[in-house]
């Protein structure tokens, strides 16, 4: 059976539902602690997802005390590996700070998440944004595999997930997108709201070269049953969400579902 | 230990030390001890015996509150209350509640004031066990535009950013609450905070030392943050004597980063205890600190306890004993279990969760082991520093206060000038009728993946705590302070009769409540009068609102009253109950929103408007008149109506629902437009005032044609008129554009208190 | 036109402080800061008024300035941290987004509400102090070593991407 590792960080608190949504699709999941090394080590597993929350209460800047625990040492070296690695919110911030993402030069740290920027606010957003991945990663990770054209929303909870980039690598960070904010018919995003931390090229979610570690500030977990969708979204999402029987609203899977659908299907689960 | 102190020696050891304990109170105590109490027996006293921990004040007249339904297994008295909840897979679950206020730290420093409001009451429901699966913030503010608008824009965003920074940290998802703003709070915020969760039946846990203690050693284990001297209660006492240069003694510092990593491990702790059959007890440090733990814990078991301060983990060396025994340091529990597995659990703590490298000092530690002896004895340094026969410490003080009634009779305005699409569009774009979208757009209400209605998408929050199961939880919480003004037992009748209907709006039951009581000063006859009408209210408004069968009231199982709340001048703030209803929907999927969904349905009207405008948003927002005739109250058809609409919702035939409150029937319409983006509202009803804005309790609910063919509507349902194309409201003679106004109606907040527009 | 910096710091041991100091621990360098200090400066670009406007300014905003648990001064070469250590040898490292909204959101507000401010910058100040015989220049390039992240395990006050950090003296 294939097999996933959520990695725990002091003040992660999106390791349960998390590991729930792996196992529903299919995959044996298993959460360790940052200090859990050994057990990990001797257990490596076919993908390492590292959930959101706030690791070390995001104190100095987020995600780069976790960065630096031991037990990144293993999942930069499966990273290298191939392995598919995720990195949700938290998580994604872990990515950009470890240099696995965009992962130029694996360790040198090339980009960033940044406070929001956002006329007249600053801080913590939550709200349902929209989606569309590049065919470029729809093509290489394996988290976006099985994802299709069209544009889907998901959840953001964040204060920090501007991506930023050096002025010179701009362009060769195109090639990298796994996720665009967009409007909800999936045309491009003009700004604020559709773009709702002021990201650069409304960059969502980032990949490296290779495709198989993915940095998302959306979080997939909480939006996996369609009854996670909120009644008053728009789009064919928000249709099937009004429209859906009892047992549709039980059944169907919501739209972050595909994330986890498309690394099952990369790990040849059933 | 000194002889028996005389009365101006003691008068100036009470004043010297900052207590807020009576002479009287203490000479009480001295009779106790039998001598000149020590600092640390004061301290501890002073804060046991204080109105938040006693309850000397209000006590009798809580206790005419209804307590009991079948589905209670806990009431009032311990950290938190707890009643049935659902059976999935063979096991029994129960929800667990909790109600607090932290209104006065929140005025001085409103960021740690909420943050740590959050804090505490998750702390109450983690230690019976629980997993904590949602919070809520029920905000009381002054006028942001008004004379002192200045300050109360500076607390609304910091309380805010308090509550984002701290609840988003802990991973516990914030379900919204509600706001307010009136000149009453101008100088005294109110922040009330509900926090939730669910636990199997078997595996609640009590705050105090089990029966097994009297047969096999017990000890004390405390865990968390190394003890220092914040929220140490005299402030007189900690600027002079503590710290020179940090004048903080006050002050409760928040850390959610350990509370997260602490609560986990306390879980792993549990989940140990359970597996090995052990009994236990469990209580969270709040007010008073250790030597309240430690105490309480010991004396709610029946037994006493020595303590060694000096056991102790503290970030600040030499602090005095009476600091380190009653300090309010924030993120810490204490644990008492048989001496055998101390050493386990300690290694969950300090090893398996690393608490002493995540924060420095910070370990689980014993520090106490229960004695036979029904004598609290602490130590530090080799001294004694307490030493008072157990029970004296719980048994509190009563005082009966007088009450003296507050002639509210205003007079209606003379004349009520109403243009529908002029007032409805003021009132949207008011502070008071604006959307809170702003404020719930920092708060993470997802977390956890159980959050099935989000704020603002239905009048309740419905999520669905225990996976698997199909059973949903609604909760939502209310208070009107302009009823409470002019009417304080109709603003605690009207504040379970919202609550209620906001619950029964999603398709969910209620199963019980939780209160909490701000008030003024007690001692002042009028304050003490209208904290009694209150009660009263709620009390009627619970026993006609049961929904357990039988003559069951609603069961008000946690709470809390906070007093003094007043400006520095001695204003009290309007009376202002707040109640919280959790309701149970046995099916999530028939959780019912306020989305309209079919153009040509048909909208109807629960409830007969009534000429019944004081208090309400159309008077004071369009006539600038608080008007005098609240809402009248009728049990008896509020429960028809909530039993009507849940019978309709569980028959699959309600497609929206909407409660209709706070601007009466056109406002709750113009919501569900909003909410709806592409539909509207055409009504077919009169275009007055009292059928537009009246606050008569009621409901407005979307149903298809065919329903009001099918079924015969009982007298007190009414056809309102039918769901239209488009963003809108209309009746005869008046329409409004709410994509117009939509803009106005979701940045106003945001505008004014965030970005200071205007001002 | 004038520069006043004031910086703003908590009264009880800042949290955020005892994190990074944790986190410069575990990176096992041979000459690490002993002590670690956090606190915010706001730096306002005014048309008049000098300070006695910024003095009067903080007095508005609890946001920036809440004198139940912060202390504030306005920054100069000859004022002395409160509560800083005099025996060792202290270094600052001054960090800034590039860009950030609370800068952005507070320069609109102040304006909008009638003060001369023409803009104001928001940074966070780490204050690292040292034994206190270690030579000067080596304290410097040592603290400058621990103001960029250049990589995961180097560095770690400030992202080379999207801040920047300057010596404070």
Known sequence: MSSAAVIRFPGSNCEFETARVLRYSGIDTRIYNWN?????????????VLPGGFSFQDRIRAGVVAARESIMDLVFEEAINGKPVLGICNGAQVLLESGLVPGWKPGSVQGALAGNLAPGRSGYLSGWVHLKASPEAIERCPWLCSVDQESFPLPIAHAEGRFVFREEDMDRVKSHIGLKYCKENGSASSGWPENPNGSALDIAALMNAEGNVLAMMPHPERSFHLWQVPPDIGGPWGDRRRNSSLKELEELPGPGAVIFKSLAKYLGVE | MSKKPSREELKSEVSSRGLAMTLEEAEKLTGYVDRMPTPLEFHLFDTMWSEHCSYKSSKPVLKTLPTDSPGVVIGPGEDAGVVSFCLHDGVEWDLVVAHESHN???????????????????????????????????????NPEGSKGETTRGIVRGVVEGIWKYGNA??????????????????????????????????????????????????????????????????????????GELGMGSVQVADPFLKRVLSEANQAVLDMLFEKGVKFGFKDLGAGGIACVTSELAAHGGLGIDVDLDSVPVSIENLPPEVIACSETQERYGLAVPASVA????????????????????????????????????????????????????????????????????????????????????????????????????????????????????????????????????????????????DPFLGGAHAVGEAVRNVVATGATPICATDCLNFGNPEEPEAFWQFKQSVAGIAESCNALGFSGGDYPLPIVSGNVSFYNQSTGGKAIPPSPIVAVFGKIHDHRKATDMVLRQEGNIVL??????????????????????????????????????????????????????????????????????????????????????????????????????????VTLPEFVSVAGKVCKGCLVSGNGWSVDLDELRNQWSDKLASVIWREEGI | ??????????????????????????????????????????????????????SELVGHFTDIVNPNK????????????????????????????????????????????????????????????????????????????LSVSNTRAGGLLSNPVSQEVAFWT
Request: charged share 25%; glycine share 10%.
């Open chain 2, 170 to 243: 802990l991973g516990v998802p914030n379900m919204g609450g509600d706001t307010e703003f009136h000149p009453g709070y101008d100088d005294n915020c109110l922040v009330n905070v509900v926090a939730f969760g669910v636990v199997p039946h078997d595996r609640v846990v009590h705050s105090f030392v089990p029966r097994e203690a009297h047969k096999e050693p017990y000890v004390l284990i405390l865990t968390g943050k190394p003890t220092d001297y914040t929220g140490f209660g005299g402030a007189t006492f900690a600027s002079a004597d503590l710290d």
């Open chain 3, 70 to 145: 912060q202390s504030w001064f306005f920054t100069g070469k000859d004022v002395l941290f409160e509560g800083e250590d005099p025996e060792l040898q202290w270094a600052g490292i001054v960090v800034r987004d590039h860009a950030d909204s609370v800068s952005k959101n507070w320069t609109s507000l102040l304006k909008r509400r009638g003060f001369p401010v023409d803009s104001l910058r928001y940074s966070v100040l780490w204050r690292l102090g040292y034994l206190k015989d270690t030579d000067e220049a080596l304290v410097k390039k040592m603290a400058l070593d």
């Open chain 1, 36 to 48: 859990d090394i050994e057990r990990l080590s001797d257990n490596r597993a076919d993908a390492y």
């Open chain 2, 104 to 142: 006065h730290p929140s005025q001085v420093l409103p960021v740690e004031g909420a943050a740590t409001g959050i804090g505490g009451i998750v702390r109450d429901v983690y230690c019976m066990g629980a997993r904590v699966t949602g919070s809520m913030d029920l905000l009381r503010f002054g």
């Open chain 3, 1 to 54: 036109m004038e520069s006043i910096q004031i910086a703003v710091r908590l009264r009880t041991p800042d949290p955020q402080a005892v994190t990074a100091l944790n986190a410069i621990k575990a990176m096992r360098l041979q000459l690490p800061p002993i002590k670690l200090q956090r606190s915010e400066l706001w730096d306002f670009e005014l048309s008049s008024g000098g300070e006695k406007i910024v």
């Open chain 2, 605 to 710: 009207l629960v409830g007969t408007r009534k000429d019944e405008l004081g208090g309400s948003l159309f008077y004071r927002t369009c006539l600038g008149h608080h008007g005098g005739t609240v809402p009248a109250f009728k049990g008896s058809l509020e429960k028809k109506m909530a039993d009507w609409v849940l019978g309709v919702i569980h028959d699959k035939r309600a497609y929206s629902v909407h409660d209709i409150s706070g601007g009466g029937l056109a406002v709750a319409g113009a919501e569900m437009a909003f909410a709806s983006r592409k539909l509207g509202i055409n009504f077919s009803l009169d275009s007055n005032p009292v059928t537009l804005f009246s606050e008569t309790p009621g409901y407005l609910m979307e149903v298809d044609p065919r329903f009001v063919e099918d």
């Open chain 2, 343 to 486: 050493d386990e659990i300690l290694a969950v703590y300090n090893e398996e969760f690393e608490l002493p490298r995540l924060f420095p000092h910070c370990r689980a530690a014993v520090i106490g082991k229960f004695t036979s002896k029904p004598v609290y004895n602490v130590i530090c340094r080799g001294e004694s520093a307490a030493e008072t026969p157990i029970n004296y410490i719980t048994e509190g003080v009563v005082y009966q206060r007088e009450e003296r009634p507050v002639n509210s009779k205003a007079p209606e305005p003379v004349e009520r000038p109403c243009d529908p699409s002029k007032d409805l569009a003021k009132i949207l774009t008011s502070i008071s009728g604006c959307s809170r979208q702003h404020i719930w757009s920092y708060y993470d209400s997802e977390v956890q993946g159980v959050t099935r209605l989000r704020p603002g998408e239905a009048d309740s929050c419905v999520s669905v705590p225990v996976h698997g199961s199909r059973a949903g939880l609604a909760v939502s919480g209310d208070g009107n302070p302009w009823y409470g003004e002019l």
